[in-house]
């Protein structure tokens, strides 16, 4: 059995869960296919510039990328995370407003846009942005944790319940869907 320290709250759960997510925050929107190229050569820079620490060069990147394919949401995706990864909540979800602009259905855009609202705190926000996704398969990465984190923030702990279940169902050693559950189990949910 995995245990966890006392000082192991939902909180850093939550921290974990948005750290762990960054890559497949930053690649899992479909790119709108630009020229071959270089597009791929912007994207492996603002990857090299980001993993480096080098925000500001990342961010010319995606800039230059945006003046190439103004369209394209992956790029509005990443300077999403760009500005989330430095604490700028707002502007991040302008940039994800952006993307969906361009394709309002956009799975992995709605999911990082619900990332964010928990991350600020808008848990009603998410939960209905994440209950819209629910018909949607395959249900983007991490999408039901996310919803059991705001079910739970929300007090809906029998639907986060059954969804922490079904996750440790299939991967019973899931660090943070154990920490919820456990958490829940010991009357309430902190974080």
Same mark, same amino acid.
């Given at each position: 059995?995995?245990?966890f320290?006392?000082?192991?709250?939902?909180?850093?759960?939550?921290?974990?869960?948005?750290?762990?997510?960054?890559?497949?925050?930053?690649?899992?929107c479909?790119?709108s *296919? *630009?020229?071959?190229s270089?597009?791929?050569?912007?994207?492996?820079?603002?990857?090299?510039d980001?993993?480096?620490?080098?925000?500001?060069?990342?961010?010319?990147?995606?800039?230059?990328?945006l003046?190439?394919?103004?369209?394209?949401?992956?790029?509005?995706?990443?300077?999403a995370?760009?500005?989330?990864?430095?604490?700028?909540? =707002?502007?991040a979800?302008?940039?994800?407003a952006? *993307?969906? &602009?361009?394709?309002?259905?956009?799975?992995?855009?709605?999911?990082?846009?619900a990332?964010?609202?928990?991350?600020?705190?808008?848990?009603?926000?998410?939960?209905?942005?994440?209950?819209?996704?629910?018909t949607?398969?395959?249900?983007?990465?991490?999408?039901?944790?996310?919803? &059991?984190? &705001?079910d739970?923030?929300t *007090?809906?702990?029998?639907?986060?319940r059954?969804?922490l279940?079904?996750?440790?169902?299939?991967?019973?050693?899931?660090?943070?869907? =154990?920490?919820?559950l456990?958490?829940?189990?010991?009357g309430?949910?902190?974080?």
């Amino acid at each position: 059995m995995i245990t966890f320290p006392e000082n192991f709250s939902c909180k850093k759960a939550l921290q974990v869960l948005m750290a762990g997510l960054c890559l497949f925050w930053m690649t899992g929107c479909a790119s709108s *296919g *630009g020229s071959g190229s270089t597009e791929a050569s912007l994207t492996e820079s603002f990857e090299q510039d980001l993993r480096t620490g080098h925000y500001l060069k990342a961010r010319q990147d995606l800039s230059r990328e945006l003046r190439l394919h103004p369209r394209n949401i992956s790029v509005w995706n990443n300077l999403a995370y760009l500005d989330f990864k430095n604490g700028q909540y =707002r502007q991040a979800d302008g940039d994800l407003a952006q *993307g969906l &602009a361009l394709n309002p259905k956009n799975a992995f855009l709605l999911e990082n846009r619900a990332r964010l609202f928990l991350a600020r705190h808008k848990d009603k926000a998410a939960r209905k942005i994440l209950l819209s996704l629910e018909t949607v398969r395959p249900w983007p990465r991490g999408f039901r944790l996310l919803l &059991a984190i &705001a079910d739970l923030r929300t *007090g809906h702990q029998e639907e986060a319940r059954l969804l922490l279940n079904a996750i440790l169902s299939d991967r019973p050693r899931d660090p943070l869907a =154990r920490v919820y559950l456990s958490r829940l189990g010991n009357g309430g949910v902190r974080g």
